[in-house]
């Protein structure tokens, strides 16, 4: 039986920037994606299946996908409603780490999968 670990999750809140050229005053920037209300969790128990939830998705090219270390999609899937479980059988996967990841018309989630033996 392999071990499943997630040991991370990347979701960029507010991100700030400021650019200055030469004789140019300063110029602030602030995006905010703090206010997407998509919910983005990944689970897995002991039966080699990872599930995937997907609520709040509003966007007509939603996708997520399981992602290699090599950057090779191992399973994709369009979300098709607002809220979504999706099952991957993760027993055929070497030991190593995967990313899973969600891709919407206005962002793009990431989270890290380590699957163990």
């Given at each position: ?97 995967y990313y899973v990841k969600l891709n919407t018309d206005s962002e793009i989630r990431m989270k890290t999968l380590i699957v163990e033996r």
């Open positions: 039986m392999k071990k499943l670990t997630i040991i991370a999750a990347l979701l960029i809140g507010n991100i700030a920037m400021s650019y200055s050229g030469v004789g140019e005053p300063t110029k602030n920037i602030l995006v905010d994606s703090s206010k997407s209300e998509i919910q983005f969790d990944i689970e897995s128990n002991k039966s080699n299946v990872l599930t995937v939830l997907v609520k709040g998705v509003e966007e007509n090219f939603t996708s997520i996908a399981l992602i290699d270390q090599r950057g090779k999609s191992i399973y994709y899937a369009y979300v098709k409603t607002n809220s979504e479980t999706f099952q991957i059988d993760l027993s055929e996967l070497t030991p190593g780490k």
